[in-house]
């Protein structure tokens, strides 16, 4: 059973940086592609970036230029450097694996933690 465990959300300003982590139980990394993905209330949840076993990276086009999708296979972390926060990135932040090919799609993803929240205010 995989669990995912995220972390380094908060309440920040307009153009500040906040950095997300997800721990993982297990060498997860290796075998699994990730993602990040955000729900603001009221709407669905979005992919904001995804990571492949090759470290390939892909990314939402409203955090393009703004957010690094990084993972550290040796301490089973994965993480989300969100630089230039704007009010609209507010949401619950989810980190996601699954051992099959996938990218921004929710529906892909078969483990999800329980999500840190972030709030970025103007």
């Known amino acids: 059973q995989v669990q995912l465990v995220e972390s380094g959300g908060g309440s920040v300003q307009a153009g500040g940086s906040l950095r997300l982590s997800c721990a993982a139980s297990g060498d997860i990394y290796r075998r699994n592609y990730m993602g990040w993905f955000r729900q603001a209330p009221g709407k669905e949840r979005e992919g904001v970036a995804a990571?492949?076993?090759?470290?390939?990276?892909s990314y939402a086009d409203s955090v393009k230029g703004r957010f690094t999708i990084s993972k550290d296979n040796t301490k089973n972390t994965l993480y989300l450097q969100m630089n230039s926060l704007k009010p609209e990135d507010t949401g619950m932040f989810y980190c996601?694996?699954?051992?099959?090919?996938?990218?921004?799609?929710?529906?892909?993803?078969?483990?999800w933690g329980q999500g840190t929240q972030v709030t970025v205010s103007s």
């Open positions: 996601a694996a699954t051992q099959w090919l996938a990218g921004l799609e929710a529906g892909q993803y078969n483990y």
């Open positions: 990571i492949a076993l090759d470290y390939r990276t």
